[in-house]
């Protein structure tokens, strides 16, 4: 193998080794997360954190919504764990965000 061939490999697979992994899904409203296909995605490289949210709201002829969404964030979005350089959660009940660092670590914030 020549030293470009070498050094294209290295380039194209340093990301995938090391970049987080963070579950992502999204479930519909009464939906358990026991009941729903969790996948792992590999995050950008800009994404130091997985963030599990949860929201509620109302639809358009006045029903309350559940929605819980996983996924990958970057600082921008975990802005008030940057510096502390952990992991915690904003809000409460319906109306929370909780980011974390480590591959997978936001498969059982509740």
């Given at each position: 193998?020549?030293?470009?061939?070498?050094?294209?490999?290295?380039?194209?697979?340093?990301?995938l080794v090391?970049?987080?992994?963070?579950?992502?899904?999204q479930?519909?409203?009464?939906?358990?997360?026991?009941?729903?296909q969790k996948t792992?995605?590999?995050?950008?490289?800009?994404?130091?954190?997985?963030?599990?949210?949860?929201?509620?709201?109302?639809?358009?002829?006045?029903?309350?919504?559940?929605?819980?969404?996983?996924?990958?964030?970057?600082?921008v979005?975990?802005?008030?764990?940057v510096?502390?350089?952990?992991?915690?959660?904003?809000?409460?009940g319906?109306?929370?965000?909780?980011?974390?660092?480590?591959?997978?670590?936001?498969?059982?914030?509740?």
């Open positions: 193998m020549s030293a470009m061939n070498l050094l294209s490999f290295f380039l194209l697979t340093f990301p090391f970049s987080l992994q963070c579950y992502t899904f479930t519909p409203d009464g939906a358990h997360t026991t009941n729903v792992t995605v590999d995050c950008p490289i800009t994404a130091r954190f997985c963030v599990t949210s949860f929201q509620q709201s109302i639809d358009s002829v006045g029903n309350s919504m559940l929605l819980e969404t996983r996924g990958c964030a970057d600082d979005l975990c802005h008030p764990f510096k502390a350089q952990c992991t915690g959660c904003l809000g409460s319906f109306g929370k965000m909780c980011c974390c660092m480590g591959d997978r670590c936001n498969d059982n914030i509740q």
